[in-house]
């Protein structure tokens, strides 16, 4: 067979210039050589030398919160701690001196006229200051424990109101013994929204007798009125626990607000708002009923509405989880104050808007949309089985209408809709 020729192209011969054609490149005098290697080491070192700076970092504070009026050791715990010039509160009345030698113990003096809520506390030292973390200011006595009442038998005797602080330990449940008075609602309540804490946790009542009589979920819940003593569990729900489940346990006669109708103020005016709740100051029976089946009180308060340039109020960044958002109004907390104590903290919005009530009548929705004209702020109940609750307005052609349902952003377990229909005009 004849061999294929395979096709070589010819080599390619490739010839130099002559270097004496090439441009000679001038060496940088020594003066300007050493501050350009000097800028591009900076340069290229800069980024790294800044993401390797420690910062400091608090991770707890232990106990999470003080009564007004108390001088308390505080323990705090996080990252590159190092040299502490001391703790800073949102609240400069507050103050903190250093514990003797040790960096994590400090000294935290609250004056009498701090009001109650949560405040921020930051850490200041070598490495810059901290992020914050949450410090609750009480009204009543406080107690430090020491969790060894993990069994009905060893449940913590507590014979006036008051605030417990510890930690949950993991896998155990903590048990709390106390006799309501009668005439009185008592509330025992866990706060977790207001506390920077892990723990999710479960109440449940029991009667002397070892027979359950509430339980929760919710964080709170209505000691019943019984004879003798009862015995109220506490537990996470899944029985995680540690250092960042940290809790404050209290069992009070205090006011309990579950709503209020309106929850949005008209700024710079006296706004007439309904509350419901339990222990409510002159509070009359309501027909409405809570979520555990319990009557509400009601009681009608006046309230100015804060100008929508004024600063919120401080809780309001701590009352609320980061999935929480507020994008078109301002809004404040307000707590109820009586003889019997301050209430837990509501939020109102803040809106120049006209606000429209839907009629509670017998404590049922109304039974048909209420007319309206936007921009409205329509508050009312959410219907039940059966019943209709809304609004109803004349839409003109070309214009755009945004419709916000508000319930979870004020704490409330909701998960509203919405049905929106176009009604057809009828002929005369």
Request: net charge neutral.
């Amino acid at each position: 067979m004849p061999q294929k020729r395979i096709h070589r192209p010819p080599p390619v011969s490739v010839s130099c210039p002559d270097s004496r054609v090439l441009p000679r490149i001038r060496p940088f005098p020594s003066d300007t050589l050493l501050p350009l290697l000097l800028a591009l080491f900076g340069f290229g070192a800069c980024p790294n030398a800044f993401s390797d700076l420690p910062q400091a970092r608090l991770l707890s504070v232990f106990p999470p919160g003080a009564a007004a009026g108390s001088t308390n050791e505080v323990s705090v715990s996080g990252t590159d701690l190092e040299d502490p010039e001391g703790l800073r509160f949102s609240d400069p009345r507050i103050r903190a001196l250093r514990s003797g030698s040790n960096s994590a113990t400090f000294q935290v003096i609250v004056p009498d006229e701090v009001p109650p809520g949560p405040v921020q506390v930051r850490w200041t030292g070598r490495f810059g200051t901290s992020n914050p973390r949450t410090f609750v200011i009480g009204t009543g006595p406080e107690i430090l424990l020491n969790p060894t009442n993990t069994s009905a038998a060893t449940a913590l005797k507590l014979d006036t109101p008051a605030v417990v602080s510890g930690r949950l330990p993991a896998g155990q449940t903590l048990w709390f013994r106390f006799r309501p008075h009668a005439g009185q609602r008592w509330i025992a309540e866990v706060p977790v929204r207001s506390l920077e804490t892990r723990l999710e946790p479960i109440l449940r009542v029991f009667d002397a007798a070892g027979q359950a009589l509430e339980s929760s979920r919710r964080g709170w819940v209505e000691v019943p009125s019984t004879k003798g003593e009862v015995l109220i569990q506490m537990c996470d729900v899944t029985y995680r626990g540690g250092d960042e489940f940290p809790f404050r346990f209290s069992v009070t006669a205090n006011p309990r607000i579950e709503f209020a109708i309106p929850q949005v103020l008209n700024p710079g005016i006296t706004n007439r708002v309904t509350l419901f709740g339990r222990n409510l100051e002159g509070g009359k029976p309501s027909p409405l009923m809570s979520a555990d089946g319990s009557l509400l009180e009601q009681t009608t308060v006046d309230l100015v509405g804060t100008g929508p340039a004024a600063p919120p109020d401080t809780t309001l960044s701590l009352l609320g989880r980061p999935a929480s958002a507020f994008l078109t109004h301002e809004v404040t907390a307000w707590r109820l104050s009586g003889s019997n104590g301050v209430s837990n903290p509501l939020l109102f919005g803040i809106s120049t808007n006209p606000i429209v009530i839907a009629p509670l009548g017998s404590g049922t929705p109304p039974a048909s949309p209420v007319p309206v004209q936007p921009p409205v702020e329509f508050h009312g109940l959410f219907p039940r089985r059966g019943e209709l609750s809304g609004v109803t307005f004349e839409a003109h052609k070309g214009d755009k209408y945004w419709i916000e349902l508000w319930a979870e952003r004020f704490g409330f377990a909701a998960d509203p809709a919405a049905v929106v229909q176009r009604q057809q005009a009828t002929k005369n």
